[in-house]
């Protein structure tokens, strides 16, 4: 199998794990995102085998996949941002600053306005409200209908009168 076979037939077995993972079948969805990148690492596939981990309260191999993911193409956004919230879940939330200011720059992202949410989120764990302010306003700036980012600047307002 050549080059673009092994990449288009990555590419099919991502987006039926993707549905299976959609649909609940995380198992299969985990199946499925291994046979991808078997065929060809991609780093949406390895980032995406990380969602389905994380999914299952598997953190640490959520965070091994999207490092991974990062290794394959470093200009892919969602792994950082991924890493970051990962960190969250797990009560790092020093650790989890570098990788969402990461992905708030990174060139491959169609999603910037997640980062800055959750830097927010760490920010208003932390007891800074203004920097979270800050965050969840630029969230909102990239993503006018992004209802969290506005309901957390809502209850930061409340909290400042």
Same mark, same amino acid.
């Given at each position: 199998?050549?080059?673009?076979?092994?990449?288009?037939?990555?590419?099919?077995?991502?987006?039926?794990?993707?549905?299976?993972?959609?649909?609940?079948?995380?198992?299969?969805?985990?199946?499925?995102?291994?046979?991808?990148?078997?065929?060809?690492?991609?780093?949406?596939?390895?980032?995406?085998? =990380?969602?389905?981990?994380?999914?299952? #309260? &598997?953190?640490? $191999? @959520? !965070?091994?996949?999207?490092? *991974? %993911?990062?290794?394959?193409?470093?200009?892919?956004?969602?792994?950082?941002?991924?890493? =970051?919230?990962?960190?969250?879940?797990? #009560? &790092?939330?020093? $650790? @989890? !600053?570098?990788?969402?200011? *990461? %992905?708030?720059?990174?060139?491959?992202?169609?999603?910037?306005?997640?980062?800055?949410?959750?830097?927010?989120?760490?920010?208003?764990?932390?007891?800074?409200?203004?920097?979270?302010?800050?965050?969840?306003?630029?969230?909102?700036?990239?993503?006018?209908?992004?209802?969290?980012?506005?309901?957390?600047?809502?209850?930061?307002?409340?909290?400042?009168?």
């Amino acid at each position: 199998m050549d080059q673009k076979e092994s990449l288009e037939k990555a590419v099919r077995l991502f987006h039926e794990a993707y549905r299976r993972q959609m649909d609940g079948e995380l198992e299969e969805a985990i199946r499925l995102y291994r046979a991808s990148i078997v065929s060809h690492p991609t780093a949406e596939a390895h980032t995406f085998l =990380g969602w389905t981990y994380s999914f299952q #309260g &598997r953190y640490e $191999e @959520a !965070i091994d996949e999207c490092q *991974k %993911a990062i290794a394959v193409d470093p200009d892919f956004g969602n792994p950082y941002n991924d890493i =970051g919230a990962y960190l969250i879940n797990l #009560g &790092r939330l020093d $650790e @989890a !600053i570098p990788w969402l200011e *990461k %992905a708030t720059h990174a060139p491959r992202y169609d999603a910037h306005h997640y980062p800055h949410f959750n830097l927010g989120r760490v920010y208003l764990a932390k007891g800074m409200l203004k920097k979270a302010l800050e965050e969840f306003e630029r969230a909102l700036a990239i993503e006018p209908n992004y209802t969290s980012a506005r309901q957390a600047i809502e209850a930061i307002q409340q909290q400042l009168q």
